[in-house]
């Protein structure tokens, strides 16, 4: 296949992994496409240690990192510590209290909360240090091809570097507006996110939003993101006017994912309804799988949830004991409506076959429509 997409990185699949979990990124790379990891939920130190792991399972092919680039959204950008605890109201961590004794999730030991908390605190990614210093291990990594934004542009340094080592910027967009301001901060390429996908996302369908953003920043290419999980999906991206497209769901059912047992389970057994935007995790909305953890949150009994940081502050522990509990009611990773088209355990490689193959047979179906 060729599109602006895979001319921009000399591969030969227009089918981008996203995974927080290297080995999905090192097969995709390895299956033709190209893998992209999260380096959200790594420290710095995590972080090289996966780069390397990948660069000597891919033989020089490309590859990329995610990272969240808050202060470039243009809002505070808090330097976090301990003293963030009392920001967060008595009410709030009643309730998370009462939720967990409800469902008879186990307490863990008080020095094993503080130290859980402690180092999400210490290592919090979604801050500007915390950004910086992934960034300085990702610039430090001759091997990394692209390095994409998520949450706001790149900074101009951030740029600057990059093009330095000659790296492609990318920019995760819910909306077109969102998608002028990342290609005027310098992007390469723009994913476009749409309301069905895993994770932080807008309320307008990749149907719409693809479109819309590929005329909107033309002839910036585009990678459709959200609901792509099979080959007609991937048809759809392409015809829709995307460069390529941009996975995560999908790859959370490989035996590569280092998804738990528990989220398996759940996302087999999920239709896509069973997903849905929460703001009770991170403090922005976000598809993840519906659970009963989800659900307390919709109560009329809840509290709102807090802005982003302070919920993710909030939760942190609450979701470890849920994940130690292996309690399969309660998971609530993010999962897009995709889930509802995955039914059981396969490998990334099998996954870039089949949806070539039918992304084949879509484009030979318009083919004989057309002629017909
Ligand atoms: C478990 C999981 C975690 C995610 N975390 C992030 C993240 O940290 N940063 C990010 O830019 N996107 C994140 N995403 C969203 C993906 O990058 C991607 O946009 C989305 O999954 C595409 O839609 P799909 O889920 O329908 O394939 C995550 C997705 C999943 C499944």
Not at 344 to 352: C, D, K, L, N, Q
Request: aromatic share 6%; charged share 25%; proline share 6%.
């Amino acid at each position: 296949m060729k599109t602006q997409a895979t001319e921009l990185f000399g591969i030969e699949t227009p089918l981008f992994a996203f995974s927080h979990c290297r080995d999905v990124v090192a097969e995709a790379t390895r299956a033709g496409g190209m893998g992209v990891l999260g380096a959200m939920t790594h420290t710095p130190q995590e972080l090289k240690i996966d780069l390397d792991w990948i660069a000597e399972r891919t033989g020089g092919k490309p590859f990329g990192v995610d990272v969240l680039m808050p202060a470039s959204e243009g809002g505070e950008a808090p330097k976090l510590d301990l003293s963030i605890l009392e920001k967060i109201p008595k009410r709030h961590f009643e309730f998370v209290e009462s939720v967990l004794a409800r469902h008879g999730v186990p307490d863990i030991p008080q020095d094993e909360k503080d130290a859980l908390l402690r180092h999400f605190i210490d290592e919090l990614a979604f801050t500007v240090e915390g950004a910086q210093r992934r960034l300085d291990v990702v610039f430090d990594h001759p091997s990394v091809k692209f390095v994409v934004s998520a949450l706001g542009p790149a900074p101009a340094d951030v740029v600057a570097r990059a093009r330095a080592r000659g790296m492609k910027i990318g920019g995760m967009v819910g909306s077109a507006k969102h998608a002028k301001r990342h290609v005027a901060a310098g992007a390469d390429i723009v994913i476009a996110s749409g309301y069905e996908a895993a994770g932080h996302t807008g309320e307008v369908t990749t149907m719409i939003l693809v479109p819309e953003i590929a005329d909107a920043i033309a002839p910036v290419p585009v990678l459709a993101a959200g609901g792509i999980g099979r080959g007609r999906q991937l048809a759809a991206a392409l015809a829709l006017g995307a460069q390529g497209a941009w996975c995560g769901t999908v790859w959370l059912g490989t035996v590569e994912s280092d998804a738990t047992p528990e989220v398996k389970a759940r996302l087999f057994a999920s239709s896509a309804e069973e997903t849905q935007r929460t703001r009770c995790n991170t403090g922005k909305p976000a598809r993840r799988l519906s659970s009963a953890w989800v659900e307390a949150w919709n109560a009329p009994d809840a509290p709102p949830p807090l802005p982003m940081p302070l919920q993710g502050v909030l939760t942190h522990v609450a979701l470890k004991r849920i994940e130690r509990a292996r309690r399969e009611d309660l998971v609530s990773w993010a999962a897009g409506q995709v889930a509802g088209q995955l039914t059981g355990e396969t490998t990334v490689r099998t996954i870039y076959r089949e949806m070539l193959e039918e992304f084949s047979a879509s484009v030979e179906r318009l083919e004989a429509i057309v002629a017909g």
